[in-house]
C-alpha cells in the first residue's frame, strides 16, 4: 500500500504556527518611560551627590539661609541700636562720630552747616539794605571809581533816582573799561540784577546760583522793597565756615583798629577786657568773655547784618556773620550818627 500526500499538506509557502513555551509578553504601559526612569541621567552623573551623601530634596539654599540670618541681626541690631529719628540726634549722631575719629572735625562742620542750611532763609544771611555799598547811575566817574576802591567788592548794585530803585549791577572790572573808552555809557556796561524773596530757601537760592551763573541777588520782602543783597558766598559760607575777603585781618594782628571815617571794627571775639580798655568802658566779664556774647545777649539773640545794638554808650553795628555769630563789628559813640 503507498502512502501519499496530498498537496495542500505539502504547501511550504503557508504558515505553521509553533507554539512557544516562553512567549514574549507585550510592553506595559508606560513601560518605556519606566525603563528611561531606570537609566542615569547625565546630569546625575557629573553633578556631585550633597553634603552626607544625601540628595537634597526642596530645603532652603544656603544663601537663603544666611539672608534669613543677616536680615534677623539687621532687625535685632535696630531694635537695640535705632538709628535717629529727628535732625538733632542725626547732630549728636555726627558729633559721636567725630568723637570716635570715625569722620574730620572739618568734615562734621560741613554736614552740620549742610543741615542747618536746610532751615535758612535769604534773609537768615543777607546784608541788611542800610549796609549795602550802591552807586548812583548819575555819579560822576571819579566819584565811582573812589567808591569802588574804599568799599573793596567786585560787584555793586547800581541805583537811579532813589536807593530802592535798583537798575543793574556792575561789575568792578567793566569800571575800567570807562577810563579807556570814556565815550562809553555806562548803562551799557550793567549786568540785569536778580531779584529773590526774602524767605527764599538757601538750598534753592544756591541752585539758582549755580544754573544762572549769577553771583549776587537783591532780596525784596513781601511788600517788594529792597530787604538787602545776598551772594553766593554769603551761602556757602554757611557750609563751609568763614572764607576771607576784605572784612578779614590777614595778619591777625589785632581784633581793634581805626577805620577811616573814625570809628572801629572790632572782632566778634574780642575779649571784654579789651574793649574795656579800648574803649574806656565797664562792661562786666562774670557771664561772657567775648564782645560777641555780650551783645548777643542784651539783644535777645545774635543780631544780623547791617542791625546795630546800642550798649553802654556805644552803638555795635553788624558788618559781618559767619556760621551764626557776628564776625565784625563797627563801633562808634552813641551820640554820634553811624556812617
Known amino acids: 500500500m503507498s502512502i501519499g500526500y496530498s498537496a495542500s499538506l505539502c504547501n511550504y509557502d503557508t504558515p505553521v504556527p509553533v507554539s512557544d513555551p516562553h512567549p514574549i509578553k507585550p510592553p506595559h504601559r508606560g513601560g518605556q518611560k519606566h525603563a528611561a526612569s531606570e537609566r542615569p541621567q547625565a546630569d546625575d552623573v557629573r553633578r556631585p551627590p550633597p553634603e552626607g551623601g544625601k540628595k537634597a530634596r526642596g530645603g532652603p539654599s544656603l544663601s537663603s ?29 555726627l558729633a559721636e562720630a567725630e568723637q570716635r575719629e570715625l569722620i574730620e572735625p572739618e568734615s562734621l562742620q560741613m554736614l552740620e552747616g549742610v543741615l542747618r542750611m536746610a532751615e535758612l532763609s535769604a534773609g537768615d544771611a543777607m546784608v541788611a539794605a542800610p549796609r549795602m555799598d550802591l552807586l548812583d547811575i548819575d555819579a560822576p566817574y571819579e566819584e565811582l571809581l573812589a567808591s569802588v576802591i574804599e568799599a573793596g567788592h567786585s560787584r555793586f548794585p547800581v541805583f537811579d533816582g532813589q536807593r530802592d530803585n535798583i537798575i543793574g549791577i556792575l561789575l568792578a572790572k567793566d569800571l575800567l573799561k570807562i577810563q579807556r573808552a570814556p565815550e562809553l555809557n555806562l548803562r551799557a556796561l ?19 546760583f549755580r544754573s544762572n551763573r549769577n553771583h549776587l541777588a537783591i532780596v525784596v520782602d513781601e511788600f517788594g522793597n529792597n530787604a538787602g543783597l545776598i551772594t553766593i558766598e554769603d551761602v556757602l559760607e554757611e557750609i563751609v565756615g568763614e572764607i576771607e575777603d576784605e572784612f578779614d585781618d590777614k595778619d591777625g594782628e589785632s581784633s581793634i583798629y581805626t577805620l577811616a571815617d573814625g570809628s572801629q571794627r572790632v572782632a566778634g571775639d574780642t575779649t571784654i577786657a579789651a574793649v574795656n580798655q579800648s574803649f574806656e568802658v565797664d562792661f562786666s566779664e562774670e557771664d561772657f568773655d567775648t564782645i560777641g556774647g555780650l551783645i548777643a545777649q542784651h539783644h535777645g539773640r545774635v543780631p544780623r547784618r547791617g542791625e546795630a545794638v546800642e550798649v553802654g554808650g556805644l552803638r555795635f553795628s553788624v558788618m559781618l556773620t559767619r556760621g551764626g555769630s557776628v564776625r565784625w563789628f563797627k563801633v562808634t559813640r552813641a551820640d554820634k550818627p553811624a556812617a
Open 65 to 93: 539661609a544666611r539672608s534669613q540670618t543677616r536680615n534677623l541681626f539687621e532687625r535685632m541690631f535696630e531694635f537695640l541700636h535705632p538709628g535717629p529719628d529727628s535732625k538733632s540726634e542725626l547732630m549728636e549722631t
Open 190 to 208: 550793567l549786568r540785569p540784577a536778580s531779584f529773590v524773596p526774602e524767605s527764599k530757601g538757601l538750598n534753592e537760592l544756591l541752585r539758582d
